[in-house]
């Protein structure tokens, strides 16, 4: 891999309108210490060595409010795209991922509602795709017991196992990918929802949640490095409540 194919590329899905926030703006537009969290985001991922560009894929109708709102928060000498992002986040990844330039060999994948992940999470996983990995996700191991259960809508749920704890992990971004890797898979699984469409067979394959599992799903090889536990996802409200509460820690010990 050449020098310009060692620094990687960074592509934030932010299209979705993350509603379990609650009513009103996009969750990637949501204010964390009075910064939007898509800022903090884009800020993290800036700060690493290791990412040369970062791509942005925000609503469809909402391009021009993305850059500017950029551009207000200092980040406009920074090298940031805004593209339109799709109708789902695997769609928003693909549209990313075509903005970025062919000579680039590694992609990281981040999610807008990480708004705090540390730089030294995107740092390992760049280095762990630069030194061979295909296809790396950070993590952190399970605090809690894990029940698999039978789902039962509106009624108790019966336990089916108990899986082992020592082998699970809660899955982070950024999550890091060889170029060639990542959009393989994308148009694999494009390719796939085609011919379910055509076929009249929605909905046919198991959800795919992140892309590292498409990677898994087309038999690829997924390593994981350790994630941190401040690279929370920002999905309910609570979760906001713990956000402010970092930031405020880092905030007092100059440390943002």
């Known amino acids: 891999m050449n020098a ?16 379990r926030l609650g009513p009103g703006a996009p ?15 884009v800020r993290a991922l800036t700060r690493s060595r290791a990412v040369g560009l970062v791509v942005v894929a925000a609503p469809a109708d909402g391009v021009a409010e993305v ?33 970025i330039p062919a000579e680039v060999g590694i992609v990281l994948v981040h999610d807008a509602a990480r708004p705090l992940v540390p730089v030294e999470v995107v740092d390992a996983v760049a280095a762990a795709v630069r030194a061979g990995a295909e296809a790396v996700v950070p993590a952190v191991p399970l605090a809690d017991t894990v029940k698999r259960v039978e789902p039962v809508r509106g009624g108790p749920e019966p336990v089916l196992d108990t899986p082992d704890r020592a082998t699970l992990r809660a899955v982070q971004t950024p999550q890091g990918f060889r170029r060639d890797t990542l959009a393989e898979v994308h148009a694999k699984a494009l390719a796939e929802a085609l011919a379910e469409e055509s076929a009249g067979a929605g909905g046919a394959l198991p959800p795919v949640t992140d892309d590292a599992g498409l990677v898994e799903r087309f038999g690829g090889r997924v ?17 906001l409540v713990l956000a402010e509460a970092v930031l405020a820690r880092r905030r007092a010990a100059d440390a943002y």
């Open 67 to 99: 850059v500017a709102l950029l551009d207000s928060h200092g980040l406009e000498g920074k090298d940031i795209r805004v593209v339109a992002g799709g109708d789902t986040r695997q769609e928003s990844v693909r549209l990313g991922l075509a903005a």
């Open 27 to 41: 969750k990637a537009l949501r204010d964390l210490g009075g910064v939007p969290l898509l800022v903090h985001a």
């Open 223 to 239: 390593v994981v490095v350790p994630g941190h536990e401040e690279a929370f996802k920002v999905t309910r409200p609570l979760d």
């Open 4 to 19: 310009t194919g060692a620094i990687a590329a960074a592509v934030v899905p932010a299209a979705g309108r993350g509603e």
